[in-house]
């Protein structure tokens, strides 16, 4: 019987594929995990394949690559030699990064589907990476897994070649097989200085590589009216040092500078928090789980998720250092009741991902 390839390049891409990864093995369908490399310290990739109980990649790519383009293109000769190797049945992708594109095209090359996972996100904003990244993999994919209706429509203006599925989105489950096991295991509020904090992360590259918006989350960062613990992305500690701002921020009383946390950790610190400040992806989706339920100011221009914001979690406000701070107060003062349903799904996303790859592939 033919595998099921699953692909992960960086770190919410492990996250998101744990629960696939869980329901194939549940399910007895033969899988290839690959770990192409993109992500390749410790605590952005081996950690969570440990945090996750995942297995180990079968095959991990060490690409060494400075420019996006040769990053996606040895990624993709790499994938190209795997495929001719193992001719899996379906790719599995997931998100909007380079290796993603690069999988999921090198796929199309070989003749082999790619699934992709998350499919029809759309923040309309071109200067970003992932917009082209998740509009070209959604053109060359024969299996698109939406996770809400918003997405389906997206696919369908765009007339996509591929079989659209609505299934919810697998950072849901993950959130809930591993918030219980977080709560026990993890010891990150131990080292925390503050009783009350805002959590922020940002590592956007049209963000951090504009040195104007590195300064403004900084300068907002130092004076939050609540304290911030800021676990920091190696792209903008990178972008801090070579503007000499990383030690000045390290001094500043109001935040602590955390290493990229492992996700039980990021997981707690999720839960315990007053609200989030972020320019992340996946952690708007979170915030929305029923276990979680916290605010999010989005620190950016444009979201693909505007379910969230609609759905009353998640806040766009820019990203002018008094237009976040105006936010975070706002939110302080409003302590809104959040909605405890996620429009993100119920968990079971992985679980019908899988049952649609059985249908189609295997009986
Ligand atoms: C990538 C994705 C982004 C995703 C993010 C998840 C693209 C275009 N971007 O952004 O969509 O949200 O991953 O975190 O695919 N670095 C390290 N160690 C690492 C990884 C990166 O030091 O383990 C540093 C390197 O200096 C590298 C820089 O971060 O050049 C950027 O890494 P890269 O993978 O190109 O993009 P991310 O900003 O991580
Ligand atoms: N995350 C983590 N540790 C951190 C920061 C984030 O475990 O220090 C997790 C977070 O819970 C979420 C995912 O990483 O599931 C988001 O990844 P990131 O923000 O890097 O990428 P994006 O979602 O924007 O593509």
């Not at 990649?57 to 790499?78: C, E, H, L, W």
């Not at 070209?136 to 007339?159: C, M, R």
């Amino acid at each position: 019987m033919k595998a099921v390839t699953v692909v992960a390049g960086t770190r919410p891409e492990i996250i998101k594929m744990a629960p696939i990864i869980r329901a194939l093995r549940k399910r007895n369908v033969p899988m290839i995990f690959v770990h192409c490399g993109q992500h390749y310290d410790y605590n952005m990739s081996q950690q969570f394949i440990e945090d996750l109980e995942l297995p180990p990649p079968d095959y991990t790519f060490k690409i060494k690559a400075y420019s996006a383009g040769v990053q996606t293109a040895r990624i993709m000769m790499n994938m190209d030699e795997l495929l001719k190797k193992t001719a899996p049945s379906l790719v599995l992708v997931e998100g909007d990064t380079n290796s993603v594109l690069a999988a999921a095209l090198a796929s199309n090359k070989r003749g082999i589907p790619a699934g992709h996972v998350e499919a029809g996100l759309r923040s309309f904003d071109l200067r970003m990476p992932e917009e082209h990244n998740r509009r070209l993999t959604d053109h060359v994919s024969g299996y698109l897994f939406a996770p809400t209706a918003l997405a389906e429509a997206n696919l369908k203006k765009e007339n996509v070649w591929g079989k659209i599925f609505v299934t919810g989105n697998t950072i849901i489950d993950a959130v809930l097989q591993h918030l219980p096991i977080a709560e026990k295991k993890s010891e990150i509020l131990d080292k925390i200085h503050f009783k009350r904090f805002a959590l922020a992360t940002a590592h956007r590259a049209e963000n951090v590589d504009d040195l104007k918006v590195l300064k403004n989350f900084i300068g907002a960062f130092a004076e939050s009216p609540v304290p911030v613990v800021y676990p920091m992305h190696p792209r903008t500690k990178k972008r801090l040092r070579q503007n000499k701002m990383y030690a000045q921020l390290l001094k500043s009383g109001n935040v602590q500078v955390l290493p990229p946390v492992g996700y039980l950790d990021f997981l707690v610190l999720m839960r315990r928090c007053e609200l989030v400040v972020t320019d992340s992806g996946g952690i708007q989706e979170e915030a929305t789980a029923p276990s979680i339920r916290k605010p999010v100011l989005v620190i950016r221009l444009s979201t693909e998720r505007p379910e969230a914001v609609e759905a009353g979690f998640a806040k766009v406000v820019g990203t002018e250092k008094q237009k976040i701070l105006k936010g975070i107060e706002e939110v302080l003062v409003q302590r809104k009741e959040l909605s405890a349903t996620s429009p993100f799904g119920d968990g079971n996303a992985a679980e019908k991902i899988v049952e649609i790859i059985q249908k189609e592939f295997y009986i």
